[in-house]
Every structure is written in C-alpha cells, then in structure tokens.
C-alpha cells in the first residue's frame, strides 16, 4: 500500500481559505488516483473530491465551486485547496489512494484503498 501524509490543517474563519496537502510514498503514484473525504463528529465518512493521474476529477455537489482538488505528479503530492469555508465544512480531512482510475460512480469510501491519518479543519463563525 501507499503510505499518505496529510498536512495543512487547523483553525480558519468562516470565509477564509486553507490548503491541505497529502504527500504519497512507497508506491508508484502514477498508479494511483487520490481523494480527499472528510468526517464530522457523529457523521460519516463522505466523499469530497478525487482525482486522476490524469487531471481530471470530481467534486462534491456540497463543496463545488468553493473546493478544487489538483495534484503535483513529480511531487507525489495532491491538494484540497479550500475557499470560501463554512462552519459545516469542520472536519477530520482523510487523504485517500486508489489503485486506477476513479470516474463518478467510484467515489465511494470503499473504493479506496489507502488512506491517511486525517487532518483536522476547525472553521469557526
């Protein structure tokens, strides 16, 4: 498996912006498509965005237009580049791998493979 490292994590403003990132080791990245899913307290474990070694991705209806996922392939690093946060977007972040490609019908957490410590986002009002 691929090991994940999220950073970029912490306490924002309602409105402000914030940038996580998840540096991936021990594995082919070109192997791997990269997610991020998020989890609240007393809440599931849900889909945000993913990405492809490709480029191309897919967002959550809850966080599109204010989330963009992108990934640095020579890097082996993805990123949740978050604007325009809301309360209810506090969360643990997880960084997730998933061998091959990802299309719209597998963004399921069980689609994934490899997966993060998490990282808290705290978005106070």
């Known amino acids: 498996q691929v090991q994940l490292v999220e950073s970029g994590g912490g306490l924002v403003q309602a409105g402000g912006s914030m940038r996580l990132s998840c540096a991936a080791s021990g594995r082919t990245f070109s192997n791997y498509a990269m997610g991020w899913f998020r989890q609240a307290p007393g809440k599931e474990r849900e889909f945000v965005a993913a990405?492809?070694?490709?480029?191309?991705?897919y967002i959550a209806r809850s966080v599109q237009g204010r989330f963009t996922i992108s990934r640095d392939n020579a890097k082996n690093t993805v990123y949740l580049q978050m604007n325009s946060l809301k309360p209810e977007d506090t969360a643990v972040y997880y960084c997730?791998?998933?061998?091959?490609?990802?299309?719209?019908?597998?963004?399921?957490?069980?689609?994934?493979?490899?997966w993060g410590q998490g990282t808290q986002v705290t978005v106070s009002s």
């Open positions: 990405i492809n070694w490709s480029g191309s991705a």
């Open positions: 997730a791998a998933k061998v091959g490609v990802i299309t719209q019908a597998t963004t399921k957490r069980t689609d994934f493979d490899s």
